[in-house]
């Protein structure tokens, strides 16, 4: 848990059906003290993003651009219908390329959040950035106008691969965008910033990786993001992918690849507190923490997700559409817990897992049920990819969060069979020794 | 009573090929007949089963009565019996050519005689038929007439000189083909005052009335209320129903020698009134039944077992009401450590298995694995008993047998000649002996084979096909069993014996299979987290050996806010696929694994 504006847990007194007291954890649904907001605009759409974007060219600039002066105000719209407000203690302003904004348009939202919710002293408040589009003096600008976390999209520093994946920037403005990133550190203006690397890329193999990863370790920054290419349905990644022109890693040379990072970045200090983030101590992102530990936020923009009180709700995914939702539901979040399932989804991301046994007990789940999951995991356990230490359950660093989909397959099946009491759950064989 | 002269009654069927046209026809004469309406008409008429729509083919045949007044001025009775076009039912096509006394025999006036149709009339020339050729598609721009009557004076010596050109699609040719029944299919014996003997052709099964039995009087008469005898099933009946065709089923208070009609008597399976069995009155029985019964022996034989193990009640449930409509089949249990409770079914042949594995699937709505098939083998015992072994995971070991019989069959095929050389290779792979090859026209060839059962159902029809650009046909039957050097090749995964990939080959072919069989399925078996070795043995010595690595990343790389819902769908959808797999030594193995053994090859 991070504290201020995500789910907590209470423990105390409920009556069960017989009217006797017991002992439970429940959670707390405090007000969500994150916001997301999406501001969709581009140079152009790269070849493996599916994220809602709306490409307006190279030259495109918040200073001139009539699409992005139309929609700022809906945006602010928005923000200001929200119900229930209390101080934010992280704000994400994520994209597209939110750093196409003025630092004048950033320092508008930045205010209608405080007119609505207010900040906490010492918020985080995250700008995704790409590396082409500021200079010193518009990354100063941004930092006065309340902008202190920088996620910098670098994603490689090989030109060619830039190329391929259909960036504007190359590795010359990646540099250059750090080492103003550095400076702004170093003065104190920006508290952290993050950078952003694609693995598992055409014709990447182990000794171009291994060079990626030490030029951006030479940049130290605070936190890194490493993600593994995903090869999305509509993407021209996904065209040539169906062409056969996309040489991807084989699998096994994916696995030496994430092996290699988890490697080289603990070497060099970084803690890996999530699947794909490692981060120098004290420098984890707060606002993502609050996705995975099942805490709420609020969404803003166009085809943004909230979940402000637990059930998620998905914007439209173009200005039309999400004009017209502003109209009709834009003031009415709705309520409810997030599912079990999710919870454990989002939770065994984390370096340190989930509390089975509080979350068990919110679901309401009963010790023999508690007990059935256990033994129906019993596989994975000896498998060494589930690691039960007490109430807490995480997955093993690197196997298990390597295959966690396999771990999550197999708690999704349980908890499924546990939907359908009618049919008799059958536990599985012991595992074998692998 | 129908009041119907049986001289002017006519019994025919129509011979045909698979895609040449046959259903066309039928549905045709049905028309012009006035049987059926224009506007009732639905494409394919007697082919009723959805199954038999879908892939063209007629599986369960089925009899229409049709009124036609001819050139004559007078009115006859045309019984059209239909036949089944596959080898798999080649004695239902006996029994149907017993109830008529003359056949269409329809080629396809681009394509030629095929090899089906001519073991068909092959058939009907032994029952005595007037056989009337139609050459159809006359229409289409390939169409040669003169040359496929040539084919087929050549091949079966008929006279063609009175064919008939036809065009079952536009209507052309369909009067002649109607004056020329009435005037060429001979009536049939006047035998209304003989003793009660009747022909089953065919039977299905009706939810509300029990079985229905569609018969051929060949003597005397039946009527509603007669109590009558099946003789080779030894049970009797009250008759509920006596009926036509018309061609839906309406009833008439008898029928007499020469027609062809249908009945019910609450009969509770098919198995009770099998096509061929005799039907006669109990007051007054005849003493010999009709030649030619025999019951319907299953060649092929598969496990299904149900991916997941609650629902074998429902597949026990499912093969229950198919054996109702389905004399053929026939099931036992089965249980293998492997894969649980399931059964063991046998069949008529591969097509009759496929059908049987769809329609489970299709009108029960079960998830099914099924194994490879295999044949019956004869096991003499060093003891003197003789063992008949249908699972090779259960032929006895070595030290145990003297030697293994395996069932061999005449197969005949039929190809433009310049596949030869290819079929003649694939023959020869399968373990053919060669015995001839006859030039049937100058540029078509009859192969004539004798070939382990075993290996023709595996994928010998499938190969045939693509070698051949699907331009030949084959038949088989079955010639009687051969000894041969037979071991039993079984399957490893992870180290434990899995008994539905067990395999009976050649000794000379058992390293080749086992190799392949090994490959095949490291391709076949998704990579786990864990490595698999995958072996194939005979006895305890392991002749080939692969192994599956294991996977090492299997994750979602991105997970935020927006994501979840979607990475959760994706996750479901995942472990959803995992159903359709059986575990086998804790590997997951999915259905097409099980058939590996029929892909070596390709």
């Not at chain 2, 032929?395 to 003297?402: F, G, M, V």
């Not at chain 2, 090994?518 to 005979?538: C, G, H, N, T």
């Not at chain 2, 690595?549 to 979840?564: E, H, M, P, T, W």
Request: net charge negative; proline share 6%.
């Amino acid at each position: 848990m991070t504290g201020k504006g995500t789910r907590t847990f209470a423990y105390g007194h409920v009556a069960n059906p017989d009217g006797e007291r017991v002992h439970r954890h429940f959670p707390v649904v405090n007000a969500p003290r994150a916001a997301y907001l999406h501001i969709p605009f581009c140079h152009r759409r790269c070849y493996y993003c599916d994220f809602a974007v709306v490409p307006l060219g190279d030259h495109a600039d918040g200073a001139h651009s009539a699409s992005i002066a139309a929609y700022l105000p809906l945006l602010q719209a928005e923000i200001a219908a929200s119900a229930s407000p209390a101080p934010l203690s992280t704000v994400y302003i994520g994209g597209g390329t939110p750093s196409l904004l003025t630092p004048r348009q950033l320092g508008q939202l930045l205010d209608g959040l405080r007119q609505r919710f207010g900040l906490v002293p010492g918020a985080e408040i995250t700008l995704e950035m790409d590396p082409a589009s500021f200079d010193r003096l518009r990354l100063d600008g941004m930092l006065a106008a309340g902008i202190n976390r920088v996620s910098l999209g670098g994603q490689s520093f090989d030109d060619g691969v830039l190329e391929r994946l259909g960036r504007r920037h190359r590795r010359g403005h990646l540099l250059q965008a750090a080492g103003w990133l550095r400076q702004a550190r170093a003065s104190g203006a920006l508290s952290s910033w993050s950078l952003d690397l694609i693995q598992g890329l055409p014709e990447q193999d182990l000794p171009h990786w291994r060079q990626q990863l030490q030029q951006a370790l030479a940049l130290e920054p605070p936190h890194l993001s490493v993600y593994d290419l995903i090869v999305e349905p509509g993407t021209v990644f996904e065209r040539l992918q169906r062409r056969g022109q996309l040489p991807l890693p084989d699998p096994d040379l994916g696995a030496d690849l994430m092996d290699l990072t988890g490697e080289l970045l603990r070497g060099a200090g970084y803690g890996r507190y999530e699947i794909s983030n490692y981060a120098l101590p004290g420098h984890a992102s707060r606002h993502n923490r609050v996705y995975w530990s099942g805490g709420g936020w609020w969404g803003f923009g166009l085809g943004a997700t909230s979940a402000p009180y637990g059930q998620r709700q998905a914007r439209p995914r173009t200005r039309e559409a999400y004009a017209a939702w502003l109209q009709t539901k834009g003031a009415s979040p709705p309520a409810g817990e997030p599912p079990f399932d999710e919870w454990l989804i989002v939770g065994l991301r984390r370096r340190e897992g989930v509390n089975l046994h509080q979350l068990a007990e919110a679901a309401g789940l009963s010790a023999a049920d508690r007990a059935s999951l256990k033994r129906w995991m019993a596989p994975m356990r000896q498998r060494g990819l589930l690691l039960v230490e007490g109430q807490r359950w995480r997955l093993a660093d690197p196997e298990g969060l390597a295959l966690s989909n396999a771990v999550l397959r197999e708690l999704l099946a349980w908890w499924e069979a546990r939907q359908r009491p009618e049919q008799a759950m059958a536990e599985p064989l012991p595992a074998a020794s692998p | 009573m129908t009041d119907v002269p049986v001289q002017r009654i006519r019994n025919f069927c129509i011979i045909a090929h698979i895609d040449h046209g046959k259903s066309t026809l039928a549905d045709r004469l049905l028309q012009d007949t006035g049987t059926v309406a224009a506007r009732d008409m639905q494409a394919q008429f007697l082919d009723n089963m959805e199954l038999e729509r879908e892939r063209g083919i007629t599986i369960k045949l089925q009899a229409a009565r049709m009124e036609y007044t001819a050139a004559d001025g007078q009115t006859y009775i045309l019984n059209l019996i239909d036949t089944p076009g596959h080898v798999d039912f080649s004695y239902e096509v006996s029994r149907s050519l017993q109830a008529c006394e003359g056949a269409l025999l329809v080629v396809d006036a681009s394509q030629g005689v095929e090899a089906q149709t001519l073991a068909n009339v092959y058939l009907a020339l032994e029952n005595d038929l007037e056989i009337i050729p139609v050459l159809n598609k006359i229409d289409l721009p390939g169409a040669d007439p003169e040359r496929i009557k040539e084919e087929i004076e050549a091949i079966i010596g008929l006279d063609t000189s009175k064919a008939i050109d036809c065009s079952a699609k536009t209507g052309l040719g369909i009067p002649e083909i109607l004056e020329a029944i009435v005037e060429r299919v001979p009536p049939p014996p006047d035998r209304v005052n003989e003793q009660l003997r009747a022909l089953i052709f065919d039977s299905y099964y009706d939810a509300y009335r029990g079985v229905i039995v569609y018969f051929r009087v060949i003597s005397g008469q039946v009527g509603r209320k007669d109590k009558v005898l099946l003789m080779a099933s030894k049970t009797s009946y009250e008759l509920d129903e006596v009926g036509v065709m018309a061609p839906d089923q309406r009833q008439v208070e008898s029928l007499h020698a020469g027609e062809v009609g249908y009945l019910s008597a609450s009969i509770k399976a098919v198995a009770d009134a099998r096509v061929g069995d005799t039907i006669t009155l109990v007051a007054d029985p005849v003493s010999e039944p009709l030649p030619g019964y025999t019951e319907a022996k299953p060649m092929v034989f598969c496990g299904l077992f149900p991916t997941d193990a609650d629902q074998y009640p429902d597949l026990r449930e499912a093969l229950n009401k198919l054996k109702l409509s389905d004399a053929a089949l026939n099931y036992e249990p089965e249980t293998s450590s492997a894969m649980g409770f399931g059964f063991r079914c046998g069949f008529l042949g591969l097509l009759h298995m496929e059908i049987v594995q769809e329609r489970l699937e299709r009108e029960y709505n079960l998830d099914l694995i099924v194994t490879a098939p295999s044949v019956i083998y004869r096991v003499n015992m060093l003891d003197g008993s003789i063992l008949m072994v249908d699972n090779p995971a259960t032929l006895p070991d070595p030290q145990k047998r003297e030697s293994i019989e395996e069932p061999y069959v005449k197969l005949e095929i039929y190809t433009p000649n310049t596949f030869n050389g290819t079929l003649m290779e694939l023959c020869q792979e399968r373990r053919g002996e060669f015995i001839d090859m006859k030039f049937i026209t100058t540029d078509r060839v009859t192969l004539h084979y004798e070939m382990p059962l075993a290996e023709v159902v595996t994928d010998f029809f499938d190969q045939m096909k693509s070698r051949t650009k699907g331009y030949a046909s084959m038949e088989y039957s079955l010639i009687g069993y051969r000894r041969n050097e037979l071991v039993r090749l079984d399957v490893l995964i992870n180290s434990e014996k899995a008994d539905p990939l067990t395999t009976i080959v050649h000794r000379d072919k058992a390293y080749n299979v086992g190799k392949s069989l090994v490959e095949k399925l490291k391709e076949l078996i998704p990579r786990q987290q864990f490595k698999i070795p995958i072996q194939a043995s005979i006895g305890s010595r392991i002749i080939a050996s692969e192994s599956i690595s294991a996977i090492r990343k299997d994750v979602l790389a991105k997970c935020y806010g927006g994501d979840i819902s979607r990475k959760k769908k994706l996750l479901k959808k995942q472990a959803k696929g995992k159903k359709r797999m059986k575990a086998m030594g804790k590997v997951d193995v999915p259905q097409e694994a099980f058939m590996a053994v029929l892909k070596l090859n390709q």
